[in-house]
């Protein structure tokens, strides 16, 4: 593999591979700590991946076996903490309490300004980065042109963080 095609496989499936990973880890460092060995490893590998046709569903297979890696290293260096009974680790239940409040006051902002949306920015907002469609892919199945979809994706977020103030 050439470092042009490698650049194109990359392009058309890191927003795919990036919502997926985050879908399942809900942690943005850790996802894109992933899809980067993930694609290292596929470059130090490039002679060997001659055979593989659907890079898609290669990637996503890859990139879900690592991020389970690193959610039961996680889990485990969790259990080991706990299993030593170290108190400082444990948030009191006020902290828990202003977490939990912040959380849903952050959701029910978005979910505020998301509704003030176009409905055609919401859906290829929705397609996009809740199902991990790429551009191509939700180009196609709203018939719109891959430019549209851009920039009807790049005018939601702009007005997203006006609205949320980002």
Known sequence: MDKTKFEEIFQSNYGSLFAMGFKMSADRALTK????????????KRHQTNEVTHWNAYLRKSLYRKILVELKKKKSLTQDISD???????PSYEELLIHSQTTQSQKDK???????????????????????LS???IAENTGKS???VYNQIFSAISKLRKTLKY
């Open 33 to 44: 700590d992933a899809i980067q060995t993930l694609f290292l490893e596929l470059w130090e």
């Open 110 to 132: 978005l979910k505020s300004a998301l509704k003030q949306l176009p409905l055609e920015e919401r859906k290829v907002l929705n397609l996009r980065f809740f199902e991990g």
């Open 146 to 148: 891959k430019q549209t």
């Open 84 to 90: 030593h009974n170290y108190s400082f680790f444990t």
């Open 135 to 137: 551009y191509e892919e």
